[in-house]
């Protein structure tokens, strides 16, 4: 086990790589620049990217604008796909022997559409096709990234696993969500502390996660640590 930091050197051609979505929108689906980012530094590695999003509707519509529930509807999928330029696929669809690893961005998405982990905390649930999924990969060896909030969905799936969502100290500006490292806890998986700038990584489970916007700092940031998430799934991968 240990914490990675930042570096660019991994190509690796070959590599097939799932991204699941989970929406778009950082209230109430994918955050965009944890996608984007995850995107970009695989094309930059060199890795085949493919997008997946369950075929469902979201939890809640939010206005980006106020932050207030808007009373329509949206799908999960149909929002992904604007992240993923249309080229997504149903979750349903993903065959886990046909990739090499798996990675989740964060967002509210993963929260609320691919578990229940807004309303429940560590009593969540996670949406029976992404459980599948995940221990699909995890059974086979493969890796699986985790950004943000994602993470809490590993720490529910995988026992005594371990991962990162930054900080555990609550009541800091920097790091407003801090308290998710106590759900963590209480679903039996390890915490550990690191800077949004870092990964952790558990190499018995193949598990990579970084902070990312579980604190609140510059977006350059962001997209590093996310960079070094991405390159040592990459490793793990090969």
């Known amino acids: 086990m240990y914490v990675a930091r930042f570096s660019s050197s991994v190509r690796t051609m070959s590599t097939k790589v799932a991204v699941i979505l989970s929406g778009c929108g950082v209230y109430d689906g994918a955050e965009v620049?944890?996608?984007?980012?995850?995107?970009?530094?695989?094309?930059r590695h060199g890795a085949q990217a493919a997008c997946f999003a369950p075929d469902k509707d979201q939890m809640h519509v939010v206005d980006h604008t106020?932050?207030?529930?808007?009373?329509?509807?949206?799908?999960?999928?149909?929002e992904s796909a604007r992240i993923a330029?249309?080229?997504?696929?149903?979750?349903?669809?993903?065959?886990a022997e046909d990739f090499d690893a798996l990675i989740l961005p964060g967002g509210f998405g993963a929260a609320k559409n691919l578990s229940t982990f807004a309303t429940q905390g560590a009593d969540m649930t996670v949406d029976p096709t992404v459980s599948d999924k995940i221990k699909a990969f995890h059974a086979a060896g493969k890796p699986i990234g985790l950004c943000c909030i994602a993470p809490v969905i590993a720490a529910k799936l995988i026992p005594g696993v371990e991962v990162t969502v930054g900080s555990d100290v609550?009541?800091?500006?920097?790091?407003?969500?801090?308290?998710?490292?106590?759900?963590?806890?209480?679903?039996?998986?390890?915490h550990v502390v690191t800077d949004v700038s870092q990964a952790h990584v558990d190499s018995s489970n193949k598990v990579v996660t970084t902070a990312a916007y579980m604190c609140e700092t510059d977006v350059h940031k962001i997209h590093d640590g996310i960079g070094v998430m991405v390159s040592e799934v990459l490793k793990l991968a090969k």
């Open 170 to 190: 609550e009541g800091t500006e920097t790091w407003p969500y801090a308290g998710t490292a106590g759900a963590i806890t209480a679903m039996g998986a390890k």
């Open 66 to 78: 106020a932050g207030s529930e808007m009373s329509e509807t949206r799908n999960v999928l149909k």
């Open 33 to 43: 620049h944890e996608s984007s980012a995850v995107l970009t530094h695989l094309s």
């Open 85 to 95: 330029r249309g080229k997504i696929s149903d979750l349903a669809e993903l065959p």
